[in-house]
C-alpha cells in the first residue's frame, strides 16, 4: 500500500498533520507528519482511527427532503433540493425580513465556506445571523483576548512550551482534549525536569499526573483565585513596573481593586488555601518565562470573557506576554475554529477581525463585496443559544445547519428540541445521517468531509494549512462551500460563480490586509507548497509570524494592553436544597463531540462505550451508591440515568459527565438534557461547566427505559408542533413527489 496524501486531521484545534496510507477506498494506516510544526510526527487514538470513519453506511450522499416530519426522507437532486430551498427562503425573507433565517455552523467548517456563508447572509440578506458551535467553546476566549489587548487571536506559538520556565493550565483536560499538544509538555518535562507545571482544575484529571502543583479550585471560583494570585503577586513586588508603564493602561485601578479585596474571602471563594495560592504566586514570581493554557473551563461560564481578563491581568503584572516562551494561549478546540473567527462566522462578526456594529468596518466589507451602502446590518445576530430560542418563539422561522450535531452539544436539548419542532425549515448540511439533528430536519443535503475536498483551516497557533483532496466524496456529496455557493446563485446573487476553493481564499484574503489577522501573503498558491503559514503574514514573501506583540505594541488604540479588574461572581444556578450538587461536563480522550466521527472506530468505542457519571466515593457512601449503580441525576430541565463511576479525583458535592452521548446511544440520556442555557452578557458563551443537580439511587428493578419521562413529554410537544408544521413551499415540493411517484 501506498501513501494516499497529507491533511490535517479533522478532530481537534492542535491541527495535526496526518499522513494517510492505503487507497482512495481504503485507508489502512494513519501517521503523524515529522516535519509537521504542529505535531512533529505525535498523533493522538482519534487521528490515528480515523480510517473506519470515512466510508461507512451511514454517509450522507444524496440530498434528501421530506413534506412532515412524519415521513421517512426521499432522496432527490441538487437542483430540486436547491430549488425548494431557495423558494422557501425567498417566501420566509419576503414575509418575514431577513431575520427569520439562521445559519448555525461549526469549527469543523473550512475557511472558504465560513467565507461564502457570511458573504449570502450578512453580504446579501442583510441579516447577522450566522453563529458557530465556537460559541460554546471560545466565544469567552474572543471577547476575553479583544477586550485586554484589543484583538482576538492567541500571542504565544506552540514552540513556548520548550522555552517556558512554568507552564499553568487552567480549566483544560489537555491531555484528553488536546493530547498531542500535552505529550509534548510532557516530553519536554522529562527532558527538562526544572520546568515547573502547574494545574488548575476542579477535577484532578490526567493532565494533572504530570503537574507539580494541582490546585483543586472550587466550581466557579476562577476569578476569585486569579484575584488572590494578583494580590499576592502585587504585595510580594513581582509587578514589572517597567512592562507596566510602558505597554500598559489602567494599572492603578487594577492595583487599588486588588488592594481592596478580602484574601481570606478570595481564597474561601476558590475553595483553597492561603498557603497553596502562596505556592502558586511564587512559581509565577520566579518564572522567567511564564505560559498559560487554558480552555473550556475558562471559558464555559456567564463570566467566561471576565475569567479571560483576570488571567490576562496576571500576564501584564508579570510583564509575561510579547517575548518568546510567555502569554495566555487559549486552545481551540476545533479544527477550524480558529478560521471560523478570522473569517468572521460568529454573529458580531465580519471577515478580517472585523464587527458589525462598526460602521467603518461596516463599509470596508460592502465595499469589497460590491454591495450598496448600509447593506450589512449594525445589529449584533443571534447567537448559537439565542437561535434556538428564537425558534421556540416562533421569530426564527428557518435555520441552516451545518457540521455540527446541536440536538446533543447545545445546553438545555429539550429546549433545543422544542426550537427544532417549532421551526418551519430545518436544513441539515452533513457528511453523516443520522445524527440526532438530521432526525429533526426537512432537508439534508449531503457534505463531502476532510479528505474528500480541498480546504483551509488555522489551529490554535494561527498556522494556516492547506489540505488536499484525496479521494471522491460519496454519491452526489460537495464540499460545504460549494453547496452554499450554488444556493446563494439559485437566489439570484451575484459574485458566487467560483470554480475551486483557491479561487474562494484568494478572494477572502485581501479583507484581512492590514488587519490583526494579516493573512494577505498566504496566498492559495503559496498555501499549497509552503508546509505552514502563522499569520500575520502580510506579503507574499513574508515568512509568517510564530508570535505576537513581540514590539508590545497591542492591538488597542493607544497600543497598551489594559488591565481590566474583574470581580467574582458566582454561576447562574447554584446548588440548593432541592438540586444540591454541581454538575461539570468535558470530554474524554477517546471520543470526540457528539461522536458521530468517534463511534465508528471501534477501537475507540471498546475503550468507552458509555456514558457515565463520575462521583466522589464520599457522596456516593452518603447515596449509598456502588461502582456500577444507577443514578438518577436530575435539574431543572431534565433527568437522565447513568451508571456511577466512584472516582476521588472529583470533588465531593460535585459530579462529571462526559457530554458525547446523544439520543442515538440511548435516548433521553445525554449530558445536554441536564445543563442550562444561561449565557454570559457580552461573549453569550453558555455556563456548560457548571448547574445544580440532584442525584439519587436508581433502586433495583427502577430503572425507567432511558428519557421515559422526559420523552413522553417530549413527544407531546413534538406532536403539537408537527401538526402544525406547513413548509411554506410545499406546494413546490409536491408537485415534485407527484412528477416523481
Ligand atoms: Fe487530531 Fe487533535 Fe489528536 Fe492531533 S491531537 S491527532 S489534531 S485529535
Given at each position: ?111 472558504e465556506t465560513?467565507y461564502v456563508?457570511?458573504k449570502l ?333 480541498e ?23 460537495l464540499p460545504?462551500w460549494q453547496i452554499i455557493a450554488r444556493?446563494a446563485e439559485?437566489?439570484?446573487?451575484q459574485g458566487f460563480r467560483y470554480s475551486s476553493a483557491a479561487e474562494v481564499w484568494d478572494e477572502f ?15 492559495s ?217
Amino acid at each position: 500500500m501506498g501513501t494516499l496524501g497529507e491533511s490535517i486531521c479533522p478532530y481537534c484545534g492542535v491541527g495535526c498533520r496526518l499522513t494517510l496510507e492505503g487507497t482512495a477506498s481504503h485507508v489502512t494506516r494513519i501517521r503523524g507528519v515529522e516535519t509537521a510544526a504542529a505535531n512533529l510526527g505525535r498523533i493522538c487514538a482519534k487521528g490515528a482511527q480515523l480510517g473506519p470513519t470515512i466510508h461507512t453506511a451511514d454517509r450522507l450522499a444524496q440530498p434528501q427532503f421530506r413534506l412532515s416530519r412524519h415521513d421517512p426522507f426521499r432522496t432527490t437532486d441538487w437542483d430540486t433540493a436547491l430549488t425548494y430551498l431557495a423558494e422557501i427562503f425567498t417566501n420566509i425573507l419576503n414575509t418575514h425580513g431577513p431575520e427569520a433565517v439562521a445559519f448555525y455552523g461549526s469549527g469543523q467548517l473550512d475557511t472558504e465556506t465560513v467565507y461564502v456563508i457570511n458573504k449570502l447572509f450578512k453580504g446579501c440578506f442583510g441579516c447577522n445571523n450566522t453563529d458557530s458551535n465556537s460559541r460554546l467553546c471560545m466565544a469567552a476566549a474572543v471577547a476575553g483576548y479583544r477586550t485586554s489587548l484589543g484583538s482576538d487571536g492567541p500571542p504565544c506559538c506552540y514552540d513556548d512550551i520548550e522555552l517556558a520556565d512554568v507552564i499553568l493550565i487552567l480549566g483544560s483536560n489537555m491531555a484528553e482534549a488536546h493530547p498531542v499538544l500535552f505529550d509534548r509538555i510532557r516530553d519536554n518535562k522529562k527532558a527538562r525536569p526544572d520546568q515547573r507545571v502547574i494545574v488548575i482544575d476542579p477535577r484532578r484529571t490526567a493532565t494533572a499526573d504530570i503537574a507539580d502543583l494541582h490546585l483543586p479550585v472550587a466550581p466557579g471560583g476562577d476569578i476569585a483565585l486569579l484575584n488572590a494570585v494578583g494580590r499576592m503577586l502585587l504585595l510580594m513586588g513581582a509587578t514589572n513596573q517597567r512592562f507596566v508603564d510602558q505597554h500598559t493602561e489602567g494599572f492603578e485601578e487594577y492595583r487599588r481593586f486588588l488592594l481592596e479585596q478580602d484574601l481570606a474571602e478570595l481564597c474561601a471563594t476558590a475553595g483553597l488555601e492561603e498557603r497553596s495560592l502562596y505556592r502558586l504566586a511564587n512559581f509565577l514570581a520566579s518564572a522567567g518565562n511564564l505560559l498559560s493554557f487554558y480552555c473550556m473551563g475558562l471559558n464555559q461560564s456567564t463570566v467566561g470573557m471576565w475569567k479571560n481578563n483576570s488571567l490576562i491581568n496576571l500576564h501584564l503584572l508579570t510583564g509575561q506576554i510579547g517575548k518568546p516562551g510567555a502569554g495566555p494561549f487559549s486552545l481551540t478546540g476545533q479544527p477550524n475554529a480558529m478560521g471560523g473567527r478570522e473569517a468572521g462566522l460568529l454573529s458580531h462578526q465580519l471577515p478580517g477581525y472585523r464587527t458589525v456594529e462598526d460602521a467603518e468596518h461596516r463599509r470596508q466589507v460592502e465595499e469589497f463585496w460590491g454591495r450598496r451602502p448600509r447593506s450589512i446590518s449594525p445589529k449584533v445576530g443571534l447567537t448559537a443559544v439565542e437561535m434556538f430560542r428564537a425558534l421556540e418563539k416562533g421569530q426564527l422561522k428557518a435555520i441552516w445547519i451545518a457540521g455540527t450535531n446541536p440536538a446533543v452539544s447545545l445546553p438545555d436539548l429539550h429546549q433545543v428540541r422544542r426550537g427544532l419542532q417549532r421551526a418551519q425549515l430545518v436544513v441539515v448540511q452533513d457528511a453523516y445521517h443520522p445524527t440526532e439533528t438530521t432526525r429533526l430536519a426537512d432537508v439534508l443535503l449531503p457534505a463531502a468531509q476532510w479528505g474528500e475536498k480541498e480546504w483551509t483551516s488555522t489551529n490554535s497557533e494561527r498556522t494556516i494549512s492547506y489540505s488536499p483532496k484525496l479521494w471522491e466524496p460519496p454519491g452526489v456529496a460537495l464540499p460545504d462551500w460549494q453547496i452554499i455557493a450554488r444556493f446563494a446563485e439559485r437566489l439570484g446573487f451575484q459574485g458566487f460563480r467560483y470554480s475551486s476553493a483557491a479561487e474562494v481564499w484568494d478572494e477572502f484574503i485581501p479583507l484581512t490586509s492590514g488587519r490583526p489577522c494579516d493573512m494577505a501573503g498566504a496566498t492559495s498558491a503559496r498555501l499549497r507548497t509552503a508546509v505552514s503559514l502563522q499569520w500575520p503574514c502580510p506579503t507574499p514573501d513574508h515568512p509568517g509570524s510564530k508570535r505576537r506583540y513581540l514590539d508590545r505594541r497591542f492591538a488597542t488604540p493607544s497600543g497598551r494592553a489594559l488591565f481590566l479588574p474583574r470581580d467574582h461572581r458566582e454561576p447562574r444556578e447554584m446548588p440548593d436544597h432541592e438540586f444540591p450538587f454541581v454538575l461539570t461536563t468535558g470530554r474524554l480522550y477517546t471520543h470526540w463531540h457528539t461522536l458521530t466521527r468517534t463511534a465508528k472506530a471501534e477501537k475507540l468505542l471498546r475503550r468507552e462505550p458509555a456514558p457515565f457519571v463520575e462521583i466522589n466515593p464520599a457522596d456516593a457512601l452518603r447515596l449509598g451508591l456502588e461502582e456500577g449503580d444507577f443514578v438518577q441525576i436530575s435539574s431543572r430541565r431534565g433527568t437522565v440515568q447513568l451508571p456511577a463511576r466512584l472516582r476521588s479525583g472529583v470533588a465531593e458535592g460535585m459530579v462529571f459527565v462526559p457530554f458525547h452521548w446523544g439520543d442515538l446511544y440511548g435516548e433521553g440520556n445525554a449530558a445536554n438534557y441536564l445543563t442550562i442555557s444561561a449565557i454570559g452578557r457580552v461573549a453569550k458563551q453558555p455556563e456548560l461547566k457548571f448547574c445544580a443537580i440532584n442525584l439519587e439511587k436508581v433502586a433495583s428493578g427502577a430503572r425507567r427505559v432511558a428519557g421515559q419521562e422526559d420523552r413522553s413529554q417530549l413527544e407531546r410537544g413534538q406532536a403539537s408542533s408537527l401538526a402544525t408544521h406547513q413548509p411554506p413551499a410545499a406546494t413546490f415540493l409536491q408537485g415534485v413527489l407527484d412528477a416523481t411517484s
